[in-house]
């Protein structure tokens, strides 16, 4: 199994609707997770942090099922300004050092006008 | 979050030449930053962890020699991409990590094009 695993799409979705993806995750002492956004040739900016009661800042919920080991993100009433590839991050012991952050493959998503 | 930021921006180079990229913490000081290479379409991969004051910690697979990462003070750390070949040209990016929360803030990138 992948440490971090995302389907990495697309998903094609109209403008106004709601669209959700996963990402799982392979080290159950993981603790620390993150959604990030990667827009075409930029680097990556930190969307949310996902602690384990889940949490949301507007249109965008990201919630934490340890039981299943994955993430999601949820986001509402989309818009074409959330095209864009959707990284998850998560935390994994190294034997011998800190842990260290895995980044997914990523989502890409495209909005439809 | 932490504002970081990389130079160059972009660069070409010829084959056989060395390139340096800089990444600087900006309004905090960092004593570990990370190098991450992207080809394109693929995932970050994590090739450093560069510690201040002392040894950078090279991802398996990733040669130090070639790569070499100096990280001379809490708000500068350089990758030094030596006698470059197109197989390394990519999108290069670096991050700072927030103490204790594992939070990354990643600066802009420096796309490198080997001729």
């Known amino acids: 199994r992948k440490e971090v695993e995302q389907d990495p799409g697309p998903f094609n979705v109209p403008e106004g609707a709601t669209v959700a993806f996963n990402c799982t995750y392979s080290?159950?002492?993981?603790?620390?997770f993150f959604w990030y956004r990667q827009d075409c040739r930029k680097e990556p900016k930190l969307l949310m942090s996902?602690?384990?009661s889940g949490n949301e800042d507007g249109r965008f919920t990201a919630q934490l099922n340890r039981a299943s080991q994955y993430i999601s993100l949820l986001i509402r009433d989309s818009k074409l300004s959330d095209s864009a590839t959707y990284l998850c991050?998560?935390?994994?012991?190294?034997?011998?050092?800190?842990?260290?952050?895995?980044f997914g493959k990523g989502t890409r998503l495209h909005i439809l006008p | 979050g932490a504002v970081v930021s990389q130079h160059p921006s972009w660069v070409i180079c010829k084959s056989g030449t060395s390139v340096k990229i800089e990444c600087r913490s900006l309004d905090f000081q960092a004593t570990t930053m990370f190098w991450y290479r992207q080809f394109p379409k693929q995932s970050l991969m994590l090739m450093a962890t560069?510690?201040?004051?002392?040894?950078?910690?090279?991802e398996q697979g990733v040669e130090k020699d070639k790569f070499l990462i100096n990280h001379a003070s809490l708000t500068l750390s350089t990758l030094t991409v030596t006698s470059a070949h197109p197989e390394d040209s990519s999108f290069y990016i670096c991050?700072?990590?927030?103490?204790?929360?594992?939070?990354?803030?990643f600066g802009p990138g420096t796309r490198l094009t080997v001729l």
């Open positions: 991050s700072v990590e927030l103490a204790g929360v594992y939070e990354q803030f």
């Open positions: 991050a998560v935390n994994m012991e190294d034997e011998g050092r800190d842990d260290k952050i895995i």
């Open positions: 996902v602690y384990s």
């Open positions: 560069s510690n201040e004051g002392s040894k950078a910690t090279y």
């Open positions: 080290n159950s002492a993981s603790q620390s």
